[in-house]
């Protein structure tokens, strides 16, 4: 059951990512994106990490990406016409992938023996309980400092974006 | 087999990132260029949720969370810059916004 | 004593007009100078006045110049007899010429430097004369050098000028050369280089080091005082004003290479084969520069190789062991070799710039005073006695005889040739008939009274100044012969010389040319002075400067110093071009820099840290 659920997930986040990479027009990238995250969000709750998975739903899909279709719509984007002017990425880029990926393909193979299973519902310490309960005592610290960011991203956008008062 | 190896895990991350790393190279369209770096940002989070089921410990995922908090805080922060550029150089060409000389 | 106050006077004189002499009139400018010179004749008289019978030296030392390890070099000045003749033939003579100066200079332009220079020769003259060591005598000498450079290019705008003054630098420098290698020999070898206390170790030194010492030295002497081969500079030198020809390359700056080795007499006389070496020098160039004198047309030209070949005299008196017969040459040199130069100056003053003696004759009765004056030089260089010249000469050829009756004999036909060359001069320019286009008129007092005193110098000098007598102490005199014959054939060459004159330019004035026509490749060679400045040309001087000019300047410098300095900037710059590129201000490229970057830590990190 897992391992169907897994495969499923797996491959709709891997299509919608390359969806995300393909497509010339920005808005059906943000769709694609969205799909992405949704899979990811199911295959957390597979990892067991019951909280971030709704976390993953409501900030990254429900907000961030709202604010890139916002954004999208506002620059009023089009799909990509011209050809670009890199040709190091071009060149490099792809095989540079490939090797990338062989190599934490390899690493992971490794690194990690064919006896550990992902099995759902093996760990249950990902509840909203066992994670706010580490982020108010241990992870204090972190937290606050995250929140003051958040407050500065918030003022850094407003700064940015607003028009120019004549 | 009960469960999904969890190289199979570790690999999705990767590709992922991958995914990510080719879009950031190979498009022109600067929004596009962010949600790549989103989508690499997404495979990270997946191996660090990994990891945190490995160790049975819940730290993986406070990274994880934390990771999320900055992801969206750059977002906005990013978009806004991105805004500024476009009304400076009527432009979303990733290519056009560079003014170094030849 | 004060004995620094001696040079001292003419550098006021130097430091005054050179600073200050522009705005001021000629009459203050040559009062200036003639004075600081006189002040230090006054000085000298009263200093030497004041140290007596000067058997003893009398040492004054002013301070430390030099102290470094072993060598301590003090700024120290002496006296002793040989100084105080040298002092007195330096100042009295300059004095005189100084004088001789401002008429001969009234219309000439640079005035004002003329008299700074002459003075600022006086004062590095002086301080090589009075020194107390080697070094401070080297200061003296190169600043003599210095000063003959800028007499000689005086007229800096003419072309031949500088070339000589370039000439004349270059050449003594050759000489300072091997001066200065003896200074460092001597430094090495006596750790010290105070006269006393070099000469009085001298007794105890490898006659090997003491000859090497000595040649170098000789050297020296040769750039300095234009011997062979390093002559070829002072005939060059009569480019500049006759009064610097009479003063500098006559009287004292020549005569410094003949004091130097009278000087380091202890040395020498340890070294016999340099003394050899000196004397040979002396007589060849004695007999050389005669031959070529015989025949110049320039009336200046002759008397620069009469110079030469009187120094060649000074050197062979010395070589023979007649220090005290050389000083004495030198001294009655002094007197009738400047009064034959301010002579022909007042000749060419006379006939307003030429000196060519084809151009001259019957000037005897157009100029009398400087023809008198004249004559007086004449007979005192032939070696008539009882004048000047007849003493000195006459000491050296005998001691010369003593030595090797060969350079006796080459030392006679050579006063023959002198006696002829000057006769012929003479005749030329004042006998006969006046061959040239100008108005000749006599020159003004200021500039013959200078002639009358030196006339009357080299008639009385010799006879007056026994100088050998003087310099006894110094320099014991040889062993009197009571054989008077090699007096007699001296003197009866010098009168068969002048007989010669006679007849070959009075009585028989075609003669000179029919005996041209008949030997004219003997003549054409002596005429060109044996091509010896064309053959350093083609084998010392074009080889150096093309050298130069191929390997130094355009192998070395520009090629290799040039290339490697440039190349680093090129290759800096190169490398910077190519790193250039990988700041494109593409994004999308810098993200590929730091993939590449990524994998190959990865790689490391992972693949070769072992994890297999």
Request: aromatic share 12%; net charge neutral.
């Given at each position: 059951m897992d391992v169907i659920l897994f495969l499923i997930f797996a491959v709709i986040a891997v299509v919608c990512g390359i969806n995300v990479v393909v497509q010339t027009?920005?808005?059906?990238?943000?769709?694609?994106?969205?799909?992405?995250?949704g899979s990811l969000a199911v295959l957390y709750l597979l990892l067991g990490a019951e909280f971030l998975a709704a976390a993953q739903v409501i900030v990254y899909a429900g907000a961030v990406m709202v604010l890139f279709v916002f954004v999208i719509m506002l620059l009023n984007a089009g799909a990509e016409t011209r050809r670009g002017r890199s040709l190091l990425a071009q060149l490099l880029g792809i095989p540079l992938l490939l090797v990338f990926l062989g190599l934490m393909a390899y690493f992971a193979q490794r690194l990690f023996p064919a006896t550990a299973m992902v099995r759902f519902g093996a760990f249950r310490g990902g509840t909203a309980l066992d994670v706010g309960e580490a982020l108010f005592t241990r992870f204090l610290l972190p937290f606050e400092v995250v929140s003051v960011l958040i407050l500065i991203a918030i003022l850094g956008a407003v700064v940015l974006a607003r028009k120019e008062l004549d | 087999m009960t469960g999904v190896p969890l190289s199979w895990y570790l690999i999705l991350s990767?590709?992922?990132?991958?995914?990510?790393?080719?879009?950031?190279?190979?498009?022109?369209?600067?929004?596009?260029v962010f949600m790549s770096i989103e989508l690499m940002l997404n495979g990270v989070n997946l191996s660090f949720i990994t990891f945190s089921y490995q160790l049975r410990q819940v730290n993986g995922q406070i990274f994880s969370f934390l990771v999320m908090v900055v992801a969206a805080a750059e977002a906005a922060v990013g978009l806004a810059i991105i805004l500024t550029v476009f009304k400076n150089r009527a432009t979303l060409n990733i290519d056009d916004v560079s003014s170094m000389k030849d | 004593m004060q004995l620094w106050l001696i040079p001292v006077f003419p550098l006021t004189g130097f430091l005054l007009n050179g600073?200050?002499?522009?705005?001021?009139?000629k009459a203050v400018i040559h009062t200036i100078a003639v004075g600081s010179v006189l002040l230090s004749f006054a000085w000298v008289l009263k200093t030497?006045?004041?140290?007596?019978?000067?058997?003893?030296?009398?040492?004054?030392?002013?301070?430390?110049?030099?102290?470094?390890?072993?060598?301590?070099?003090?700024?120290?000045?002496?006296?002793?007899r040989l100084t105080a003749v040298m002092l007195l033939v330096v100042t009295g003579v300059g004095l005189v010429i100084h004088i001789y100066s401002i008429g001969y200079m009234a219309h000439e332009g640079g005035y004002q430097r003329f008299f700074a220079y002459m003075n600022l020769f006086m004062f590095f003259m002086l301080i090589l004369v009075l020194a107390a060591n080697y070094l401070v005598m080297f200061v003296g000498w190169e600043g003599v050098g210095l000063c003959s450079y800028l007499l000689i290019g005086f007229y800096f705008d003419k072309k031949f000028a500088t070339n000589a003054g370039n000439k004349a630098f270059i050449v003594n420098r050759i000489g300072d050369f091997g001066f200065s290698l003896a200074l460092f020999l001597i430094v090495v070898h006596f750790g010290t280089l105070d006269f006393g206390a070099v000469f009085t170790a001298a007794g105890g030194k490898s006659e090997g080091t003491l000859t090497a010492i000595a040649l170098l030295l000789l050297v020296g002497a040769c750039g300095k005082s234009a011997q062979l081969p390093l002559y070829v500079w002072l005939p060059d030198a009569m480019a500049g004003p006759t009064p610097v020809s009479a003063l500098i390359h006559a009287a004292t700056m020549v005569t410094a290479g003949v004091y130097m080795v009278a000087r380091s007499a202890a040395i020498f006389t340890r070294a016999p084969a340099a003394m050899e070496a000196v004397a040979i020098v002396g007589v060849a160039t004695a007999f050389f520069a005669a031959t070529i004198g015989m025949l110049q047309n320039d009336i200046k030209k002759v008397f620069a190789y009469s110079t030469v070949s009187q120094l060649g005299y000074m050197f062979l008196g010395a070589g023979v062991g007649a220090f005290s017969a050389g000083i004495y040459h030198l001294v009655t040199h002094a007197f009738f070799k400047a009064l034959l130069f301010l002579a022909s100056g007042s000749v060419i003053h006379a006939l307003s710039g030429e000196q060519d003696l084809r151009n001259m004759g019957g000037l005897g009765k157009k100029i009398p005073w400087t023809f008198a004056t004249m004559l007086c030089a004449g007979?005192?260089?032939?070696?008539?006695?009882?004048?000047?010249?007849?003493?000195?000469?006459?000491?050296?050829?005998?001691?010369?005889?003593?030595?090797a009756p060969w350079m006796y004999w080459v030392?006679?036909?050579?006063?023959?040739?002198?006696?002829?060359?000057?006769?012929r001069a003479i005749f030329m320019a004042f006998l006969g008939e006046y061959r040239g286009k100008g108005h000749p008129h006599e020159s003004p007092a200021v500039m013959l009274v200078p002639l009358v005193i030196l006339g009357a110098l080299s008639l009385v000098g010799g006879y007056l100044f026994r100088v050998p007598g003087y310099l006894a102490p110094l320099f014991p005199l040889a062993v009197e012969s009571h054989d008077i014959s090699p007096m007699l054939i001296s003197v009866a060459f010098g009168l068969g010389g002048i007989a010669l004159a006679w007849v070959f330019y009075v009585v028989r004035p075609g003669l000179p040319d029919q005996l041209a026509a008949t030997f004219s490749g003997l003549y054409k060679l002596v005429y060109n002075k044996y091509f010896v400045d064309e053959i350093y040309g083609a084998v010392v001087v074009t080889p150096v400067v093309s050298g130069s000019r191929e390997v130094l300047w355009k192998g070395v410098d520009v090629a290799v110093i040039d290339g490697a300095v440039n190349g680093a900037g090129n290759r800096a710059r190169g490398i910077g071009g190519v790193l250039k590129l990988l700041q494109s201000g593409n994004i999308r490229s810098y993200a590929t820099w730091v993939l590449l970057g990524g994998v190959v830590l990865l790689f490391v990190m992972g693949v070769m840290g072992g994890l297999r």
């Open positions: 027009h920005p808005i059906s990238s943000a769709i694609s994106l969205i799909g992405v995250m | 990767a590709v992922l990132f991958s995914l990510g790393v080719a879009g950031f190279l190979l498009r022109r369209n600067v929004i596009t | 600073i200050f002499g522009r705005r001021w009139s030497l006045a004041g140290l007596g019978d000067l058997s003893a030296a009398h040492t004054e030392q002013y301070f430390t110049w030099i102290q470094s390890g072993i060598l301590h070099v003090g700024m120290d000045f002496t006296v002793d007979v005192a260089i032939a070696g008539v006695p009882p004048f000047a010249g007849f003493y000195s000469k006459d000491a050296i050829l005998a001691a010369a005889n003593n030595h030392g006679v036909i050579t006063a023959g040739m002198t006696a002829f060359y000057v006769f």
